[in-house]
């Protein structure tokens, strides 16, 4: 079931993703597609605090295409702290939400990176390492 908030998400969002009426994913949202009067985000860090199937990874996985779809030319990291949760959920999370139309190339399995037509890249990490969280730069 798809809310008000998540149709006016950006092309990039397929509509295959269910969000389940839970009012943290909707302020979290709603969050997210707050702009200020020049078109900047209203806020510049957002968390999402809830239990297990409390939704995070679905509605981190619409955050993650909603912000790609903003912001050309840029890297975006979903990560996991292990790589089984990492495939079982993560990267099948942001498979639904991605089109395949927006893909500049299909998912690279061996890199776990999907690289997008705005020029853009998405990368999937697990958390295994903690040096891993540091990342480039």
């Known amino acids: 079931m798809a809310t008000a908030l998540a149709s006016r998400a950006p092309a990039a969002i397929t509509g295959r993703l269910r969000l389940l009426h839970n009012p943290y994913q909707q302020a979290f949202l709603a969050a997210l597609?707050?702009?200020l009067p020049n078109g900047r985000r209203a806020y510049q860090r957002l968390a999402l605090f809830s239990g297990r199937r409390g939704?995070?990874?679905?509605i981190g996985a619409l955050g993650v295409?909603?912000?790609?779809?903003?912001?050309?030319y840029s890297r975006w990291w979903v990560c996991a702290?292990?790589?089984p949760k990492?495939?079982?959920y993560v990267i099948p999370a942001m498979q639904r939400v991605l089109r395949p139309a927006w893909l500049a190339e299909p998912y690279?399995?061996?890199?776990?990176e999907w690289k997008l037509k705005n020029g853009s890249m998405i990368q999937a990490r697990s958390l295994d390492d903690v040096n891993v969280g540091r990342?480039?730069?």
């Open 33 to 35: 597609l707050q702009r």
């Open 55 to 58: 939704g995070k990874t679905e």
């Open 65 to 72: 295409a909603t912000e790609v779809s903003t912001f050309p």
């Open 81 to 83: 702290p292990t790589y």
């Open 86 to 88: 990492l495939h079982d």
């Open 108 to 112: 690279s399995k061996s890199n776990k």
């Open 135 to 137: 990342g480039p730069g």
